[in-house]
């Protein structure tokens, strides 16, 4: 089973779908085979840590699906300086849908604020060098997203929130942020 690279119009489209995360490897073929009998056309796998960058790309070649690389805030202590320029490397080379899953994470107090922001912010650098989409993690850190947000320039988005029935704030709306499930 396969994802068509140009799926049609009107199907459904997962913005951000862990297709490779451990968790789904024992049913993954099943997970991707009852999307694809439900109506979705295409999905996007996004990274979340460097050492996931094959796992999505592994993902790409066995199903079609879009992919992301990027490092999320939440697996910040195992994010190297390094890492930047393997992503840049990556984006360059792998021609993927997007820059994600990047963005903050104020929710979880063992997430150092300060180096989650320098990531985010040499990420969206990298994303605006690429010309590509962002796939956004954003818990508690609305604001701050979007300050670096505005002050990249940067737009679209994606914007990942957890709290189900919780609406996008305005100013998130009017950034060109859009929830996941608005997809
Ligand atoms: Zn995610």
């Known amino acids: 089973m396969r994802f068509d690279p140009l799926p049609a119009e009107d199907c459904l489209i997962d913005s951000h779908c862990h297709l490779d995360a451990p968790e789904l490897a024992p049913d993954v073929d099943g997970v991707a085979a009852r999307a694809r009998a439900a109506g979705v056309g295409q999905l996007l796998v996004p990274a979340v840590t460097a050492g996931t960058f094959d796992d999505v790309l592994a993902m790409r070649e066995r199903y079609g699906c879009w992919i992301a690389f990027g490092l999320h805030p939440i697996y910040l202590d195992r994010h190297l300086d390094e890492h ?94 859009r929830r996941r499930d608005d997809l």
């Open 84 to 177: 930047l320029a393997q992503l840049d490397e990556y984006l360059a080379r792998h021609a993927p849908a997007a820059v994600g899953e990047i963005g903050l994470d104020f929710y979880l107090p063992e997430l150092d604020p300060a180096r989650q922001e320098a990531l985010l912010v040499e990420q969206l650098k990298l994303a605006r060098k690429h010309g590509l989409p962002v796939v956004l993690h954003v818990r508690r850190s609305a604001d701050r997203v979007l300050k670096h947000l505005h002050r990249m320039r940067h737009r679209p988005c994606l914007q990942r929130q957890r709290a189900a029935g919780a609406s996008l704030h305005p100013p998130g709306l009017q950034a060109g942020l």
